[in-house]
């Protein structure tokens, strides 16, 4: 009779541990599928909010489209006021190419190798990368305006950007819209551990007065004769 | 005899409530899982929603874009010629700034994920922004005039990234292959791309990399959500 009651109780609570583990486990998994859900409502939030921004903006153009082209057909523009509405856009689309220097508010990345080895283009282009990913404006290296043919190329100790020898250390400029720059230098706190990693000194300065050269325009950085048109 | 009748007792009734704990937390999960579920399917046909949306809005643009440089065109025919050079200028202003479809010749690279494999970290099998950003650079490099990728023009400014899974480029969400264009001198375009480092790493760890010479692409321009002047807008000229 002993030994029965015994065995039960041991039965009872082998059960009881089973059962714990089990419960303990379903939680567990339960809380990590609960974080995956989480996860992909919390992105499916934010492509949302930037497809409506999108949206908005893009309505927003055609807006003003209609309405320059209501003023066209009706020849309520003079030729005059459409040539200076020519010069006007033509003027931005030279400062959105790189044709122009240009001053704004923004920050300066200086990277420096704190041992003797040469700093790598790698390096210098993930920089670039999260500059970008923080909607600059403008970038340069070294003063080279970095458009979108540019090329960063370790060649031994130096670095070739546009075709031209720079020296370290690199000086990255970045403009950008002021809103916007809080944003690229918390970016920039991920990459400078990075960077620390590979032995490279980095300094971040905000600045509200950079200035960025245009790119040389001497048709070997700007080229477009490969391309043809398509309408 | 008493005392393991009493622990019998507190034991049993430990199981009891343990199995109706069991047994709610199953039922709670169950309902977490399809509240989260129908949130899920319910954002995802609102984000359809709004990108289709967001297609005729482009085309609807893109119609009036071009009607406009079509009268512009018709005033300039009636004789003016300053307006006829600024149209020009214009123009060519916006094949250098990537806001022209443009076709020529070249390579296009189409990257894809290493199949899964146990054995190995799944962070290696899948392809990083990193690796991205270095192919673009050796196709400059090697003198592309104009990249895509995904069919997204890549313009100075482009925010590419976070790939993983997915990567974004200039704030679209594309899921793998990456298909990536570029239009350029196809021989050194292809030769550049398949000596590079970064690409002969990926081939070692499987990551699916084709790269062919074509004579043939069309490049399509950037996608402009904002206007001209929102992307310049910190900007301030400087005359020299």
């Known amino acids: 009779m002993k030994f029965f009651k015994e065995a039960a109780l041991t ?138 043919t540019s090329e960063v190329r370790r060649a031994g100790s130096y670095m070739i950007v546009n075709g031209r020898k720079l020296l370290p250390p690199y000086v990255i400029k970045a403009i950008a819209d002021p809103e916007k720059l809080e944003n690229s230098l918390t970016v920039m706190a991920g990459v400078v551990d990075m960077l620390k990693y590979y032995n490279i000194k980095v300094d971040i300065k905000k600045d509200d007065n950079i200035i960025i050269p245009a790119v040389r325009d001497d048709g070997t950085i700007i080229r477009y004769d490969l391309l043809t048109p398509v309408d | 005899m008493r005392n393991a009748k009493g622990v019998l007792f507190v034991v049993f009734l430990l199981f009891g409530m343990f199995v109706t704990m069991q047994f709610r937390t199953v039922l709670l999960a169950q309902q977490q899982n399809t509240a989260g579920e129908s949130q899920v399917q319910s954002l995802t046909a609102e984000l359809e929603q709004a990108k289709s949306e967001g297609i005729k809005l482009l085309e609807k643009l893109q119609k009036l874009e071009k009607e406009k440089d079509e009268i512009m065109r018709q005033i300039s025919n009636d004789g003016n010629p300053v307006i006829n050079e600024l149209l020009d200028k214009k123009y060519e202003l916006q094949v250098i700034n990537g806001l022209t479809d443009v076709r020529g010749s070249g390579v296009i690279i189409t990257l894809n994920d290493a199949p899964a494999r146990n054995e190995m970290d799944p962070e290696q099998l899948i392809i990083h922004d990193m690796d991205i950003v270095k192919i673009l ?104």
């Open chain 1, 11 to 148: 039965v009872v609570c082998l059960l009881l541990g089973i059962v714990i583990a089990m419960q303990y486990r379903s939680v567990k998994v339960n809380t990590s599928l609960a974080v995956y859900e989480q996860q992909r409502v919390n992105d499916l939030i934010i492509d949302l909010l930037r497809e409506q921004e999108n949206n908005q903006q893009l309505q927003k153009r055609i807006d003003e489209l209609q309405r320059d082209l209501e003023n066209l057909r009706t020849g309520t523009n003079t030729e005059n006021e459409t040539i200076q509405a020519l010069r006007k856009e033509n003027e931005q689309l030279e400062i959105l190419a790189g044709l122009k220097t240009v001053k704004g508010k923004g920050i300066i990345v200086t990277l420096e190798s704190t041992d003797k080895t040469a700093i790598d283009d790698n390096n210098i282009l993930a920089v670039l990368n999260e500059l970008r990913a923080a909607d600059v404006q403008a970038l340069a290296v070294n003063d080279e305006r970095i458009i979108a």
């Open chain 2, 137 to 240: 650079n050796v196709l400059r490099a090697a003198g592309a005039q104009a990249i895509a990728i995904n069919d997204e023009r890549i313009i100075t400014t482009s925010r590419h990234f976070c790939a993983g899974p997915t990567i974004l480029i200039n704030q679209n969400r594309y899921p793998v292959p990456y298909v990536i264009k570029a239009i350029g001198d196809p021989d050194e375009l292809y030769n550049a791309v398949e000596q590079n480092e970064a690409v002969i790493i990926m081939k070692i760890y499987d990551i699916q990399v084709d790269i062919r010479k074509e004579s043939e692409i069309i490049i399509p321009k950037y996608k402009t959500y904002k206007n001209i002047e929102n992307m310049i807008s910190g900007l301030e000229v400087v005359e020299k």
